[in-house]
């Protein structure tokens, strides 16, 4: 490399960032004014350049026509966000956090196909700029005058955000809310308004990173969850709610991407290594040690407190006897499902993907609800378990011992990760158990010679004596009772009391000596056990594990089952991992389109159990004893 | 009331009991929705094959009927709609699969079940080699094959630099680790420069390029495709990366990845692929006519891989006489079938057909990518020798 190839990787970068930043500063806006933690942002960017592609082609005349494009798409995108937010989001804000993220993922569903609908599979390259097509020379080399173009416009975006927040009316209110959402209502503002702008600006601003991007890349359905990590990440690098963190860490992360791609092969233990490898998973990495290094990311503040949008969780009580009864005659009539062997097996095989679902979810409901951690990387533990499973087992541990030896794998990874993470709270904890896992997922998805790279393992299969289904289903039916169990044990014991005291007010718990920390990874450590628990069964029902196990859309989905279900119901992993489970497997059947339907019947869900399934159940038949 | 729906119940039954007995039930597995620009025509391909077959009187005087499931393009769903084909729909065999991941977990419930498996689209050269298996059939030609197709011409260039770019995941991996190899052999003082690896669907296209170009080699292998060829090809013909330099690259000729690419698609690339426009065999006509009457589209690789699959099976069940695992596997060791690209054989030594590919040179015609002086290689010409296949596959 010489210094003009140096200046040409740098300006390749600062384009790049450009266009990042831009999506990433309208999520932060949208985070810091509404809480939301908008998964759909991604969607909004792809729609956003498939609305430009396909607008170019009705105004093709001039070179107007290109901007004009880009401009209505972005528009048309935010009047869209708008729609969304005031029929859906404005009746979650009241359901406890994270709800109104399972809606914004029903939403990725529906959009994702509704694209697929209006613009069929192939890809859509649009148009390059005109009067831009061509490449400028600097330093004697070519370099595309789109990407100069790109250069200035994540700056004059920032610019004017910066005059719109910090000179207008409205951004005066919009840095209020910022701070204090609630004080804001109190002074008389209209909040729904104030949060529907936002709402909508946050969605131009995504949409029209997307139409900009138009002379880049082809308009395609896989746009929304590509970008939509990398976005996080940028945000959160950036402190959340901090516009110009957002612009410094798009450029850091550009940075260290085109460091990577440009410097060639260096020797890791005297094999060769090329670094470009590293950019599948370059920017968790920087976000795992700006997090670890500074836990509010480089320019974030401490949030401004939350006065409770929802009731607080009411404390929990042991169930009315009759209610536990009803409860163990359930479970034992799920041995019953075993007899279906012959008359319905598939029955079995669809339970077997239901329980070791529930096990999972209950281990994240453990760490979501009662001890108060939301983490977003929990398939890292659930595919360590796997992973461990079918390596003890391909070393030729006998299945049993690889199936209690496993879980040992998953907790010593929560163990490790677990002591960066309890340090952390609130989204920034959030987002490094992502950032862990997604280190994991490309390790494992790596390391071709122990995990086999991105096909996975195979040949992991149990016993003879538990080869028959009805016979493995009963093994997995006794591991979730008694991992799920064990759960429910702890959150009665005292344990179980404290986690939920540090949660409900740490310095209160920390104040009578409960040392809050500590606890907090404890409980990590039992949930990684227990997910790997889950993780070790999953490998033997399938006999192939694959990098797909521990990545992001597994952790999204224990989300979804937990939040579906109910946090705070300790039914409620059952009900919504057993929900979602079946209804992925029979919508899938009942349409081309089912990704839509499910995230239509999703979205139902949430809007008439606002609560979650169980929650809400529970509400209506449980009545709480107030003390 | 309740003797009415006692009715319609036994109705039900019997209909289906009946339906049963004169169809013969295919088991499809493919991500039709986390791929569905191959995966469209491909699915437009079987359900031609499955027409004409059944117009023909179907196979042992039954109607073929295939039951596809979408696997959600990740193994664990894979293996349970597999079970649910074989337990509850109770198909005589399964097919299909896309991404190699699927594949590979499906041919190893195939193996664990006993079920007859015939894969359709995954390229992993383990399908029929390190994990093949004696209830595993292939019918694309493999990552290997498609490599070995272009080394040759490769070679012709007389290159010395040579730079490869590859999305980084098996296919991409072994396409290069394997074009590397045969070309080091063909030209022992070829040099290879850094490789470029970048995560799948999400390449930076401007610091590739750029990177790429800083290295000056003489001639770049390229893995890409789908949306990160876009990119790279766009950004690539910006900052004048191809300029002076062959390009080798591995599937660019199949219309899927070539035609989004319009107007600006590369010319003079030495590519795989298939060029439906131009192949004048009676095969290929017959089935290019009745797939442009059906649709009133142009069929695409997938199409191809879709329809040849339906008609092998047809046939292979034709042969066996039976839908027995058996049977299908003794029947489908050596069965010939005819394709739009001609005969291809299910080589009994490892399960692998003799599929080809189309090997030319990009153009642009008009607005659109195509390939130009091209031959069809014959997949059997490319294949290892047999010795070398018996020390990777494994023992059954």
């Known amino acids: ?627 | 009331m309740l003797n009415r729906i006692a009715l319609l119940v036994v109705g039900v039954l019997v209909g289906a009991a009946a339906h049963a007995q004169d169809t013969i039930k295919i088991g499809e597995i493919n991500s039709y929705k986390a791929q569905p620009a191959f995966l469209d025509p491909y699915k437009k391909g079987w359900e031609l094959a499955v027409e004409e077959v059944n117009a023909a009187g179907g196979v042992l005087g039954k109607k073929l009927q295939v039951v596809s499931r979408d696997d959600n393009g990740n193994p664990g769903d894979a293996v349970r709609v597999a079970e649910e084909l074989v337990s509850r729909e109770n198909v005589a065999l399964i097919c299909g699969t896309f991404l190699s991941n699927t594949g590979l977990a499906v041919t190893d419930f195939a193996k664990q079940k006993k079920v007859f498996f015939l894969a359709a689209e995954p390229l992993t050269d383990k399908i029929t080699w390190q994990n093949g298996n004696r209830y595993t059939f292939r019918l694309r030609p493999n990552t290997y094959m498609q490599a070995a197709m272009l080394v040759p011409e490769a070679a012709k260039l007389k290159k010395k630099r040579w730079v490869v770019v590859y999305p980084n995941y098996e296919y991409g991996q072994s396409a290069a680790a394997t074009f590397k190899a045969m070309l080091k052999k063909l030209q022992p003082d070829v040099e290879f420069l850094p490789d470029q690896a970048t995560p799948l669907g999400r390449i930076e296209a401007g610091a590739v390029v750029q990177a790429l170009a800083d290295a000056k080699p003489d001639a770049i292998f390229n893995v890409l495709f789908g949306a990160d060829l876009s990119k790279f090809v766009r950004e690539g013909n910006t900052r004048k990366l191809f300029e002076g330099r062959d390009v080798v690259s591995l599937l660019t000729g199949e219309p899927e990845y070539i035609e989004p690419l319009k107007e600006e698609a590369p010319v003079g690339w030495i590519v795989t692929g298939y060029p439906y426009y131009g192949i004048q065999t009676d095969e290929h006509k017959k089935f290019f006519l009745a797939y442009f009457r059906k649709y009133n589209e142009y069929p695409k690789l997938g199409s191809v891989v879709g329809y040849s699959t339906i008609w092998s099976i047809a046939e292979g069940i034709k042969k066996a006489k039976s839908t027995d695992t058996e049977k299908l596997i003794a029947a489908f060791s050596g069965l010939q079938v005819t394709t739009p690209f001609g005969k291809v054989t299910y080589r009994a030594l490892d399960h692998q057909s003799t599929m080809g590919a189309y090997l030319g040179k990009t153009k642009l015609e008009g607005q659109k990518g195509v390939m130009t002086d091209y031959v069809y290689i014959d997949g059997a010409k490319v294949l290892p020798s047999d010795d070398e296949v018996k020390k990777l596959r494994a023992i059954d």
């Not at chain 1, 789109?146 to 250069?151: N, Q």
């Not at chain 1, 677990?418 to 896992?437: E, I, K, Q």
């Open chain 1, 1 to 627: 490399m010489n210094a003009s190839s140096i200046v040409l990787q740098l300006l390749t970068g600062l384009a790049s960032a450009s266009a990042l930043f831009l999506v990433a500063s309208g999520l932060s806006l949208i985070f810091g004014v509404t809480r939301i933690v908008n998964f759909a942002h991604g969607s909004f960017y792809m729609l956003g350049l498939y609305g430009a592609v396909a607008l170019t082609t009705v105004f093709t005349a001039g070179p107007l026509g290109f901007w004009a494009a880009v401009l209505l798409a972005a528009l048309a995108v935010a009047a869209l966000g708008a729609i969304v937010e005031m029929l859906v989001l404005r009746r979650l804000y009241g359901a406890p956090e994270l709800y109104q993220l399972l809606a914004t993922f029903a939403l990725v569903l529906v959009v994702r196909d509704a694209a697929l609908w209006a613009w069929g599979p192939e890809d859509l390259l649009g148009p390059k700029a005109p009067g831009m097509r061509d490449a400028i020379d600097v330093l004697g080399r070519p370099f595309p005058s789109y990407d100069v173009f790109s250069i200035f416009v994540g700056p004059a975006v920032l610019g004017a955000l910066w005059l719109l927040l910090k000179r207008t009316r409205w951004g005066l209110l919009v840095r209020a809310a910022t701070q204090d959402r609630e004080m804001v209502g109190a002074l008389g503002v209209n909040q729904r308004w104030l949060f529907t702008s936002v709402f909508a600006l946050g969605t131009f601003l995504a949409a029209l990173g997307g139409a900009l991007q138009m002379p880049h890349e082809p308009a395609n359905l896989n746009l929304d969850l590509a970008l939509i990590g990398e976005v996080f990440v940028v945000v959160v690098v950036g402190g959340m709610g901090s516009i110009g963190g957002a612009f410094v860490a798009a450029i850091v992360i550009a940075m260290v991407k085109a460091f990577c791609i440009a410097a060639g092969t260096i020797d890791v233990f005297g094999a060769p290594f090329p670094l470009s490898k590293l950019t599948l998973v370059a920017e968790f990495l920087v976000m795992a040690v700006v997090l670890v290094w500074r836990p509010q990311g480089l320019f974030g503040r401490p949030q401004g407190t939350v006065r409770a949008t929802a009731a607080i969780e009411p404390p929990l009580r042991p169930l009315d006897p009759r209610w536990r009864a009803a409860g163990f005659v359930a479970l034992a009539a799920l041995a019953l499902v075993a007899l279906l062997g012959t008359s319905a097996p598939y029955a079995v095989v669809l339970m077997i993907d239901v329980l070791i679902a529930v096990l999972f979810a209950a281990s994240l409901h453990f760490l979501i609800g009662p001890s108060g951690m939301h983490s977003f990387g929990h398939a890292a533990y659930f595919g360590l378990g796997a992973y461990g499973a079918a390596l003890f087992f391909r070393l030729g541990a006998p299945m049993e011992a690889a199936l209690v030896l496993a879980p040992l794998v998953a907790a010593l990874g929560a163990f490790v990760f677990g002591w960066f993470c309890v340090r952390l709270s609130g989204v920034y904890l959030a987002m490094l158990t992502l950032a862990f896992a997604q280190i994991v997922w490309s390790v494992v998805f790596q390391w071709d010679a122990v995990t086999g790279g991105s096909n996975g393992l195979v040949g992991i299969w149990p016993s003879a004596w538990l080869t028959p289904k009805p016979t493995y289903y009963l093994l997995v039916l006794a591991c979730t009772i008694a991992g799920a169990g064990l759960l429910v044990r702890m959150l009665h014991a005292p344990i179980g009391v404290a986690l939920r005291g540090s949660r409900d007010s740490p310095l209160r718990a920390a104040a009578i000596g409960i040392a809050v920390p500590r606890l907090q990874w404890i409980a990590f450590v039992v949930a990684g056990t227990v997910a790997g628990l889950a993780g070790a069964l999953f490998a033997f029902a399938k006999g192939t594990i694959s990098p797909e196990t521990l990545a992001v859309g597994r952790s999204v989905d224990g989300l979804v089952m937990v939040l579906l279900g109910g946090v705070h119901a300790v039914s409620g992993p059952w009900v919504g991992a057993a929900l979602f489970t079946w209804l992925q497997d029979t919508v899938a059947r009942q349409t081309d389109y089912w990704r839509a339907l499910l995230g239509i019947v999703m979205l139902a869900l949430i809007l008439v159990f606002p609560l979650g399934v169980a929650g809400g159940l529970k509400r209506l038949f449980v009545r709480e004893e107030v003390a």
